[in-house]
């Protein structure tokens, strides 16, 4: 027997999109369905339990300034904070951690148990629709209606998880897939990819011998993601490296043909930067040997997870050749590795809220647009719940410039270009990564979670005084020159008359060098205002350089243009812009093979017709 529900907004999936996106609903005041195949395991980690990193922890601190939940879990069940990068300039220190997985999984769910939400564990297989809009899901048993909703499934859409020569229908390891889904979505007009994704064995924490590695210890001074978290003094658990050696290669090299990852027998595509470890004996043939990260699953878990020796090969060969590592020659697997394939909707069919363009009040975002990890998946769930709300609310979008998030700059990424492999964050993706820096994520977004009611007052008032602060430092230190005596005071090598910003600027100077002419403040304003100061001529540049591009961003495209009537731009041109149909210029600046000159001839014929009317 069928019941029917009726929802504001319901969010289909229980990982790191759906999560945020029913958490952002809820939180603007909407009845909000989270429904999920599975809700023991909402908030899986299905790969290494660790959260940020390079590239990545610019989102979790984004994700964090607009109200989200994902860094300020990791703050409470991290057992091994790290900050990366920190020999580099500030644009690339990225926070990594490293969780307690259970803990983790059971914090979200105790946040989604106490936010109000309706939580459902029903595996959805379809889609309702009524003419060209979205209106709800439908399980075996049960309808629900809704206003909007958010598709976040993962690599659940006809998932099928290879073991060697073994092959089965899955989610994700013990999970079972969700093709009904897929092939309504298809019904629907959709078009979708297939992907693949694989991770390593678990094995037994006394089973493995950690006296031989390297250990790698957790910052002693750590830094946090989230602006809730107060006091902060977490475990400092470390963690392991080892190696796999000629022994290890040789087994792999011997049992190739075993790899369905190598041979073909996926026809997906998979993570180019996160290859399996048959990938990269096949791919670097002279390496000797590749690192192996030896990371607990939490404080008291008795396993330990393998970074870098992902593998699809048959469990008794990734047994042989785990034997063969330092360290590991004891090791007991708990959890085979074992690779993934899955379907995923190509995103150029997205707006930039997460729309879908075909049909109305349906948002997707995580995995299900095609990228891979925790905090991409986040981020965009994050987003599509705002957007989800504001639709039904009858409000503005909420669409973030590549030039003001890291947010901005995947979400522009995926519905313009579109991704042809798993689509991961890195730095290098933002044009203007000294000004999105971690630090000063809260600055950047901060003000849009509360527009949204998805940051407290007193947070934002926080952030204000913060940003204040840093204001007034550096006017001080502008407007402080030396003299002679001061210089010899400082034990520097300068001209008297110079201001202390200058001074900063140098290499050799650092905040500390000068704190005695600052008074007290606290390390997060210290640390930016210095970041400010010694690359103060290239944030400038950077800004410049941002007014150019937001020229180009503030040009709209109604939506149904035509391209047909621009003569001059080729059919080739006209193809690939009616089929992305970008909302700015800017935007179709970045389709590729959209040349300079196209940009160009379409600002000219904009130009004439706005002339004309
Ligand atoms: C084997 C494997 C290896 C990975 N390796 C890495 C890695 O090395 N690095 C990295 O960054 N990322 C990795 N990932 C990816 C990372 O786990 C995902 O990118 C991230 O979890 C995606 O989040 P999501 O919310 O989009 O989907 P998921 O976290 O997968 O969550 C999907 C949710 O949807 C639910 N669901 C699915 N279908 C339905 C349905 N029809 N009805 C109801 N509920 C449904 C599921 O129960 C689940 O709760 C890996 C994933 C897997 C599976």
């Given at each position: 027997?069928?019941?029917?529900?009726?929802?504001?907004?319901?969010?289909?999936?229980?990982?790191h999109?759906?999560?945020?996106?029913?958490?952002?609903?809820?939180?603007?005041?909407?009845?909000?369905?989270?429904?999920t195949?599975?809700?023991?395991?909402i908030?899986?980690?299905?790969?290494?339990?660790?959260?940020?990193?390079?590239?990545?922890?610019?989102?979790?601190?984004?994700?964090?300034?607009?109200?989200?939940?994902?860094?300020?879990?990791?703050?409470?069940?991290?057992?091994?904070?790290k900050?990366?990068?920190?020999?580099?300039?500030?644009?690339?220190?990225?926070?990594?951690?490293?969780?307690?997985?259970?803990?983790?999984?059971?914090?979200?769910?105790?946040?989604?148990?106490?936010?109000?939400?309706?939580?459902?564990?029903?595996?959805?297989?379809?889609?309702?629709?009524?003419?060209k809009?979205?209106?709800?899901?439908r399980?075996?048993?049960?309808?629900?209606?809704?206003?909007?909703?958010?598709?976040?499934?993962?690599?659940?859409?006809?998932g099928?998880?290879?073991?060697?020569?073994?092959?089965?229908?899955?989610?994700?390891?013990?999970?079972?897939?969700?093709?009904?889904?897929?092939?309504?979505?298809?019904?629907?007009?959709?078009?979708?990819?297939?992907?693949?994704?694989?991770?390593?064995?678990?094995?037994?924490?006394?089973?493995?011998?950690?006296?031989?590695?390297?250990?790698?210890?957790?910052?002693?001074?750590?830094?946090?993601?989230s602006?809730?978290?107060?006091?902060?003094?977490?475990?400092?658990?470390?963690?392991?490296?080892?190696?796999?050696?000629?022994?290890?290669?040789?087994?792999?090299?011997?049992?190739?043909?075993?790899?369905?990852?190598?041979?073909?027998?996926?026809?997906?595509?998979?993570?180019?930067?996160?290859?399996?470890?048959?990938?990269?004996?096949?791919?670097f043939?002279?390496?000797?040997?590749?690192?192996?990260?030896?990371?607990?699953?939490?404080?008291?878990?008795?396993?330990?997870?393998?970074?870098?020796?992902?593998?699809?090969?048959?469990?008794?060969?990734?047994?042989?050749?785990?034997?063969?590592?330092?360290?590991?020659?004891?090791?007991?697997?708990?959890?085979?590795?074992?690779?993934?394939?899955?379907?995923?909707?190509?995103?150029?069919q997205?707006?930039?809220?997460?729309?879908?363009?075909?049909?109305?009040?349906?948002?997707?975002?995580?995995?299900?647009?095609?990228?891979?990890?925790?905090?991409?998946?986040?981020?965009q769930?994050?987003?599509?719940?705002?957007?989800?709300?504001?639709?039904?609310?009858?409000?503005?979008?909420?669409?973030?410039?590549?030039?003001?998030?890291?947010?901005?700059?995947?979400?522009?990424d995926?519905?313009?270009?579109?991704?042809?492999?798993?689509?991961?964050?890195?730095?290098?993706?933002?044009?203007?990564?000294?000004?999105?820096?971690?630090?000063?994520?809260?600055?950047?977004?901060?003000?849009?979670?509360?527009?949204?009611?998805?940051?407290?007052e007193?947070?934002?008032k926080?952030?204000?005084?913060?940003?204040?602060?840093?204001?007034?430092?550096?006017?001080?230190?502008?407007?402080?020159?030396?003299?002679?005596?001061?210089?010899?005071?400082?034990?520097?090598?300068?001209?008297?008359?110079?201001?202390?910003?200058?001074?900063?600027?140098?290499?050799?100077?650092?905040?500390?060098?000068?704190?005695?002419?600052?008074?007290?403040?606290?390390?997060?304003?210290?640390?930016?205002?210095?970041?400010?100061?010694?690359?103060?001529?290239?944030?400038?540049?950077?800004?410049?350089?941002?007014?150019?591009?937001?020229?180009?961003?503030?040009?709209?495209?109604?939506?149904?243009?035509?391209?047909?009537?621009?003569?001059?731009?080729?059919?080739?041109?006209?193809?690939?812009?009616?089929?992305?149909?970008?909302?700015?210029?800017g935007?179709?600046?970045?389709?590729?093979?959209?040349?300079?000159?196209?940009?160009?001839?379409?600002?000219?014929?904009?130009?004439?017709?706005?002339?004309?009317?």
């Amino acid at each position: 027997m069928t019941s029917i529900s009726m929802y504001d907004v319901i969010v289909v999936g229980g990982g790191h999109a759906g999560i945020e996106a029913a958490f952002a609903a809820r939180r603007m005041g909407c009845n909000t369905l989270l429904i999920t195949s599975n809700v023991q395991r909402i908030g899986e980690l299905p790969c290494n339990p660790a959260i940020g990193g390079i590239g990545k922890s610019q989102l979790v601190f984004e994700i964090d300034a607009l109200g989200g939940i994902q860094g300020w879990i990791t703050d409470r069940c991290g057992i091994h904070f790290k900050m990366l990068n920190k020999s580099k300039g500030p644009a690339v220190w990225s926070l990594r951690a490293q969780v307690d997985k259970k803990r983790y999984m059971e914090s979200i769910k105790d946040v989604v148990l106490k936010s109000g939400l309706s939580l459902v564990e029903e595996l959805v297989t379809d889609i309702i629709t009524e003419g060209k809009r979205v209106i709800g899901i439908r399980t075996k048993k049960n309808e629900y209606l809704s206003k909007a909703t958010v598709l976040t499934t993962g690599t659940f859409l006809s998932g099928i998880i290879h073991i060697g020569t073994k092959r089965f229908p899955a989610g994700r390891y013990g999970e079972p897939p969700a093709s009904g889904l897929s092939d309504s979505l298809k019904k629907l007009g959709f078009t979708l990819g297939r992907l693949k994704t694989g991770t390593s064995a678990r094995v037994k924490r006394e089973s493995v011998d950690t006296e031989g590695m390297i250990v790698q210890k957790p910052d002693e001074h750590p830094a946090h993601f989230s602006h809730w978290t107060e006091k902060f003094d977490p475990p400092r658990v470390s963690c392991y490296i080892t190696h796999t050696t000629e022994a290890t290669h040789k087994i792999i090299y011997e049992n190739l043909e075993m790899s369905p990852w190598i041979k073909g027998k996926i026809k997906a595509t998979g993570v180019r930067y996160c290859p399996s470890i048959e990938d990269k004996l096949v791919k670097f043939p002279d390496k000797k040997s590749h690192h192996v990260f030896v990371e607990p699953n939490g404080l008291e878990s008795d396993i330990f997870y393998l970074g870098g020796v992902s593998t699809s090969l048959p469990e008794e060969i990734q047994l042989d050749f785990l034997h063969t590592i330092p360290g590991l020659d004891k090791a007991e697997i708990t959890q085979p590795g074992y690779a993934i394939e899955y379907d995923f909707v190509l995103p150029t069919q997205l707006y930039p809220t997460l729309e879908t363009k075909l049909l109305e009040n349906l948002f997707l975002a995580g995995q299900i647009n095609g990228t891979s990890g925790y905090e991409e998946a986040a981020a965009q769930g994050i987003m599509a719940g705002i957007n989800a709300v504001l639709k039904l609310k009858d409000k503005a979008p909420f669409i973030l410039p590549r030039s003001s998030a890291y947010i901005g700059v995947l979400i522009d990424d995926l519905v313009t270009k579109g991704t042809k492999e798993p689509y991961r964050m890195f730095t290098s993706r933002a044009e203007h990564r000294l000004l999105l820096r971690q630090d000063n994520a809260d600055g950047r977004l901060m003000e849009y979670g509360r527009s949204f009611n998805l940051v407290e007052e007193k947070a934002y008032k926080a952030m204000e005084a913060k940003k204040e602060t840093v204001h007034q430092v550096i006017e001080r230190l502008k407007s402080t020159y030396l003299g002679e005596k001061d210089i010899v005071g400082l034990g520097i090598d300068a001209e008297p008359g110079l201001s202390l910003f200058t001074i900063l600027k140098r290499p050799e100077v650092n905040i500390e060098t000068i704190r005695q002419f600052i008074g007290n403040i606290s390390e997060r304003v210290a640390e930016e205002v210095q970041i400010l100061a010694k690359y103060d001529g290239y944030i400038k540049k950077e800004e410049e350089k941002i007014k150019r591009y937001r020229e180009l961003e503030g040009w709209k495209i109604p939506e149904d243009f035509d391209y047909g009537m621009v003569r001059s731009l080729s059919n080739e041109t006209k193809d690939k812009l009616s089929s992305v149909r970008p909302l700015t210029l800017g935007q179709a600046s970045r389709i590729p093979g959209i040349r300079p000159n196209d940009i160009i001839l379409l600002s000219i014929w904009f130009k004439r017709c706005s002339a004309r009317l």
